[in-house]
C-alpha cells in the first residue's frame, strides 16, 4: 500500500514507518524539517517538505494514497492552543477532501471524548469531529498520557527532591510508551476498516504513588514523596521555572484538575483495550527516564 505519514521523524511516526516500511508498504513522511531529508530517505521512505499549513502542499502529498496517518505536533509557542490544533485539524480535512484519499487513521487522545474541561486535549475532541464530518473511514487512536511527559518532572526532582502536580497521590494515570502507539497505528493502518471508530491505546495504569516510587526508585530515591500543590501553585511552577508559556501552563493545570477527578478516564473505562501495549513504566524509567534523569 502507499501510506503517507504526518509526524516527521517524531517519538511515534519514525517507529511506525519503520514498521511499515518493513512489512513492504511505500511510505512517504511529511516533515517541516527539510533537514530531515536524509534521515527519512536513509529509512527507505519518501521526503515530503512542506508545512501542515499549507492545504496545496498536504493535498499534493495525500494524492494517489491509499492511507494517510494524521497528527497535531505540539507547537508551545500558540497563543491560542485549542485554536491552533482544531486548525491543524482542518487543513488535514480540506486536503483529505480534495486528495480523495478513502482512509485515515488519526492519532487522539484519551480524554477527547470531552468538549471541555481538558486543557490541551480539548483540540483533539475538535479534530476528531471534524474528521468524522468527512466521507472517509477514520479510526481515532485515542493514546493515553505518554511516559515521556515525565520528562517534565526531572528538574522538580533534582531541583526539590519532589514529584507533584494538582492531583493527589492516590489518583491514577492511564499512560502509554510512544513505541506502543506505533504498534497500533501500524497494525490499524493495514486494516480495512470503514466508517468512524475510536480505539483506545495504553501501555499501563498505576497510582501517582506507584508511578513515583518506580521512577524514584531508578534514579536511586526510592522515598521520593509526592507532593499535591494548588492550581495556582502548579501554574507558577510552570511558568516561573520556564517550563511552559503561560497560556499553555494554564492548559495543563486544567488537564491536571480533570486526572483529579477523574473525568479524563470515564470512557476509557467503558471501552478498554482488550491488550495493553508492552512496554511497561519500569521499562521506561530503566532505559530513558534514569539515564535521562543522570546525564542532567
Known amino acids: 500500500m502507499k501510506i503517507t505519514l504526518t509526524g516527521s521523524l517524531g517519538n511515534i511516526s519514525k517507529p511506525l514507518a519503520e514498521i511499515l516500511i518493513r512489512a513492504g508498504h511505500d511510505v512517504t513522511i511529511i516533515t517541516s524539517d527539510a533537514g530531515k531529508k536524509t534521515a527519512i530517505e536513509a529509512l527507505g521512505a519518501r521526503a515530503a517538505i512542506g508545512s501542515l499549513t499549507d492545504i496545496p502542499f498536504l493535498t499534493n502529498s495525500f494524492k494517489g494514497t491509499d492511507i494517510v496517518y494524521t497528527m497535531v505536533p505540539y507547537n508551545f509557542g500558540a497563543t491560542d492552543y485549542r485554536k491552533y490544533v482544531s486548525g491543524i485539524g482542518g487543513n488535514y480535512a480540506a486536503a483529505i477532501k480534495a486528495s480523495k484519499v478513502k482512509r485515515v ?115 536511586g530515591k526510592s522515598e521520593l514523596p509526592w507532593v499535591q500543590f494548588t492550581n495556582e501553585q502548579t501554574f507558577a511552577g510552570m511558568t516561573v521555572s520556564g517550563i511552559m508559556p503561560p497560556a499553555i501552563a494554564n492548559l495543563y493545570v486544567e488537564l491536571g484538575a480533570a486526572v483529579d477527578n477523574g473525568i479524563l478516564w470515564e470512557d476509557y473505562d467503558r471501552n478498554k483495550p482488550e491488550i495493553l501495549g508492552k512496554t511497561k513504566l519500569a521499562d521506561f524509567a530503566k532505559e530513558a527516564f534514569a539515564p535521562l534523569y543522570h546525564s542532567r
Open 105 to 219: 487513521v488519526n492519532l487522539s487522545s484519551i480524554g477527547a471524548h470531552l468538549e471541555n474541561g481538558t486543557g490541551p486535549i480539548a483540540g483533539l475532541h475538535d479534530v476528531e469531529q471534524i474528521l468524522n464530518q468527512l466521507d472517509v473511514a477514520v479510526k481515532h487512536l485515542r493514546a493515553a498520557m505518554f511516559y515521556i511527559n515525565f520528562f517534565f518532572d526531572i528538574p522538580l526532582i533534582k531541583g526539590q527532591n519532589i514529584m507533584g502536580n494538582n492531583y493527589g497521590k492516590e489518583a491514577r494515570l492511564v499512560m502509554v510508551h510512544p513505541r506502543d502507539i506505533a504498534e497500533v497505528a501500524a497494525y490499524e493502518l493495514q486494516q480495512s476498516f470503514t466508517g468512524k471508530s475510536y480505539r483506545y491505546v495504553a501501555s499501563e495504569e498505576r497510582s501517582v504513588s506507584g508511578i513515583v516510587k518506580i521512577l524514584g526508585s531508578a534514579v
